[in-house]
């Protein structure tokens, strides 16, 4: 069975950091592309960074230069690392894994990020 277990998430001021990871279970992960949904309050999922097995990233255009993702294939982890952070960067935040046609896509169970003053 699939598991994605994300920590890091809390309450943080403006232009502060904060460090999510996501930790999955199995060997199949390091072969696999992986990466960071968003939530924001009323609003819908929105993708935020992938990252590939070859580690090539790509990251929606409100977060290039500020988060920055990353994997350990020995800990089947993936981290997003956030700075310089926004209001509007409030959200709860999801990793997930491409586990291909078939199996689909596997998801974590949601971390909350508040950036507020």
């Known amino acids: 069975q699939v598991r994605l277990v994300e920590a890091g998430g809390g309450l943080v001021q403006p232009g502060g950091s904060l460090r999510l990871s996501c930790a999955a279970s199995?060997?199949?992960?390091?072969?696999?592309?992986m990466g960071w949904y968003r939530q924001p309050p009323g609003k819908q999922r929105e993708l935020v960074a992938t990252?590939?097995?070859?580690?090539?990233?790509n990251y929606v255009d409100s977060v290039k230069g500020r988060f920055t993702a990353s994997r350990d294939g020995a800990k089947n982890t993936v981290y997003l690392q956030m700075n310089s952070l926004k209001p509007e960067d409030t959200a709860v935040y999801y990793c997930?894994?491409?586990?291909?046609?078939?199996?689909?896509?596997?998801w974590g169970q949601g971390t909350q990020v508040t950036v507020s003053s």
């Open positions: 990252i590939r097995s070859d580690g090539i990233t």
């Open positions: 199995g060997s199949i992960f390091s072969s696999r592309a």
């Open positions: 997930y894994v491409d586990l291909g046609f078939v199996l689909g896509v596997a």
